[in-house]
C-alpha cells in the first residue's frame, strides 16, 4: 500500500492500494470481542459494492454488510412527496432509520440485529434481510452520503470507527453506471440520461464530502476485471 502525500491541508491520506492490502487492512479491524464499523464511501460508480464483496469473501464470518441502500424511500413514497425522478438524492432515504440501526450494530445486544437489504432488480428495499450476529467483530457499511453534512447525515460519521473514500475518475464512473443500469434493463438512451443528470449531480455532492474521511483510497484493480456491477 503506497501512501500519497495529501493534496492539501486538512486532506486525508490518499493511498494506492490493491484489494488484498485493503482486505489485510479491514482485517486488522476484526478481531474477535470487539465491534467496528467501517464506512466504504465514494461516488455512484466507484466500486464500492465490488470492493464490499472482495471484504466480505475474504474475512468470511468475522465480517457482515449492512448497506446505506437499505433505507432508500419505497417507490411509493418517493412519489407521494415528489421526488420519484431523483431517487438516490440525499433527501431520499431514511436517514433516521440508518442512524439508529447504526447505533444497534456499534453496541450490538446478545441477540442478532437485522438490516434492510436493496434488492436493485425490484428497486426496492427488503426488510430484515441481513443478519448481523453479536459475534461477529467487523460491519461493513457502505453508501455515497456517509461522509455528508446536509439532510441529517452528519449523524451518520458519529457511527464509524474509520471510513474509506474510493477515488475513481468521473469517465469510469459513468460508463460503470451506464451499464449497471442497461444491465437492468434501461434503455441506452434512458441509462446514459439518468446517469448524467441524476449520478452525476449526486456525485458531485459525494466528491465534495472527500475530505472528511480518514483515507483515500486509489484502488490499483484493472478496469476488464475490476468494475463488475460496482455501487
Given at each position: ?11 486525508p491520506?490518499?493511498?494506492r ?34 470492493l ?56 450490538p ?11 436493485r ?11 448481523v450476529?453479536?459475534e ?26 474509520e ?50 474521511a ?6 490499483d ?9 460496482p455501487?
Amino acid at each position: 500500500m503506497h501512501e500519497q502525500a495529501p493534496p492539501g491541508a486538512g486532506s486525508p491520506p490518499a493511498v494506492r492500494a490493491t484489494p488484498q492490502q485493503l482486505v489485510d487492512r479491514a482485517a486488522a479491524l476484526a478481531r474477535p470481542g470487539t465491534r467496528r464499523v467501517l464506512g466504504i464511501t465514494g461516488a455512484p460508480g466507484a466500486g464500492k459494492s465490488t470492493l464490499c464483496a472482495a471484504l466480505l469473501h475474504a474475512l468470511g464470518d468475522r465480517a457482515a454488510l449492512v448497506g446505506m441502500d437499505g433505507f432508500h424511500y419505497a417507490n411509493a413514497e418517493l412519489a407521494r412527496l415528489g421526488r420519484a425522478d431523483r431517487k438516490g438524492a440525499p433527501d431520499t432515504f431514511d436517514v433516521d432509520g440508518y442512524v439508529a440501526l447504526l447505533g444497534r450494530l456499534r453496541t450490538p445486544p446478545p441477540v442478532p440485529v437485522y438490516a434492510p437489504l436493496f434488492d436493485r432488480a425490484l428497486e426496492e428495499s427488503i426488510g430484515s434481510a441481513v443478519r448481523v450476529g453479536p459475534e461477529t467483530p467487523l460491519v461493513l457499511t457502505e453508501g455515497n452520503y456517509l461522509l455528508l453534512e446536509e439532510h441529517g447525515w452528519s449523524a451518520v460519521r458519529a457511527c464509524l470507527d474509520e471510513v474509506w473514500y474510493l477515488d475513481v475518475p468521473p469517465d469510469v464512473r459513468e460508463r460503470r453506471l451506464v451499464r449497471r443500469r442497461r444491465s437492468y434493463g434501461h434503455a441506452p438512451e434512458a441509462a446514459e440520461e439518468w446517469v448524467r443528470s441524476v449520478d452525476g449531480r449526486n456525485g458531485r455532492t459525494v466528491e465534495a464530502s472527500r475530505s472528511h474521511a480518514d483515507l483515500v483510497v486509489h484502488l490499483d484493480v484493472p478496469e476488464a476485471s475490476g468494475d463488475g456491477i460496482p455501487g
